[in-house]
């Protein structure tokens, strides 16, 4: 069992930057094994995929519409993952959800494929 905290939403305007965090505890996991992602769900739509890391190599995932501007990262000895998000638009605003995979399945940018979630951080850009 994986139990998943974010951290660091807020209010920002246009352009701003915020760092999202999710922390991991539990008693039977290992954090360098896990498959970590970032979705997000505005109000009235789906849950949409964000951004992945994967577990042995680290390497990274990121929706198109986010490309460029933000940056997932992980810390295996602090079983934490982080986002950091650059050039923020009103169109990212959103509910923030960090998950996790501890299977290793593919096809990172689908909700299912992760069976833990955090219950969310909330991301305001105004414009």
């Known amino acids: 069992q994986v139990q998943l905290v974010e951290s660091g939403g807020g209010l920002v305007q246009a352009g701003g930057s915020l760092r999202l965090s999710c922390a991991a505890s539990?008693?039977?996991?290992?954090?360098?094994?896990?498959?970590l992602g970032w979705f997000r769900q505005a109000p009235g739509k789906e849950r949409e995929f964000v951004a992945a890391?994967?577990?042995?190599?680290?390497?990274?995932y990121y929706a198109d519409s986010v490309k460029g501007r933000f940056t997932i990262s992980r810390a295996n000895a602090k079983s934490t993952m982080d986002l950091q998000m650059n050039s923020l638009k009103h169109e990212d605003t959103a509910t923030y959800y960090c998950?996790?995979?501890?299977?290793?399945?593919?096809?990172?940018?689908?909700?299912?494929?992760?069976?833990?979630w955090g219950q969310g951080t909330q991301v305001t850009v105004s414009s």
């Open positions: 539990g008693r039977t996991f290992t954090f360098s094994n896990l498959d």
């Open positions: 890391i994967s577990r042995s190599s680290g390497d990274t």
């Open positions: 998950a996790a995979d501890p299977f290793g399945s593919t096809r990172y940018s689908t909700s299912g494929k992760y069976a833990y």
